[in-house]
Nanobody, 125 residues
Framework: VHLAESGGGAVQPGGSLTLSCAVS????????LAWFRRPPGKEREGVAT???????YYADSVKGRFTISQDNAENTLYLQMNSLKPEDIAMYYC????????????????????WGQGTQVTVSS
């Protein structure tokens, strides 16, 4: 499975960006897809997940501002980011893996074995 992010860039506070992640290679209908981010000097953290049943998870810090979605026909994962704040500055990564449970939506870094290279998001006036 190969993941390739795009769409990062620099925006002013309050602005919007949409990140894309092209998914290619051998995929399974039970895959979960997610966005993580690594702020400067900090550990990588989960941002949002969408599972094979289209259930979603959002970190508290982005609820109401970010939306995760996928286009199965285009094999693309998206992250719509609105009302961006300086604390959203980070390298954003998409991740994928087969779901190990149909009950628990995967949200931890260890739940995912496939990762993209990342795309940088900067928020500054």
């Amino acid at each position: 499975v190969h993941l390739a992010e795009s769409g990062g860039g620099a925006v002013q506070p309050g602005g919007s960006l949409t990140l894309s992640c092209a998914v290619s290679g051998s995929t399974h209908s039970s895959y979960a897809l997610a966005w993580f981010r690594r702020p400067p000097g900090k550990e990588r953290e989960g941002v949002a997940t969408i599972d094979s049943a289209a259930r979603t998870y959002y970190a508290d810090s982005v609820k109401g501002r970010f939306t995760i979605s996928q286009d199965n026909a285009e094999n693309t994962l998206y992250l719509q980011m609105n009302s961006l704040k300086p604390e959203d500055i980070a390298m954003y990564y998409c991740a994928a893996d087969i779901m190990r449970s149909t009950i628990v939506i995967p949200i931890e870094e260890d739940d995912f074995g496939y990762w993209g290279q990342g795309t940088q998001v900067t928020v500054s006036s």
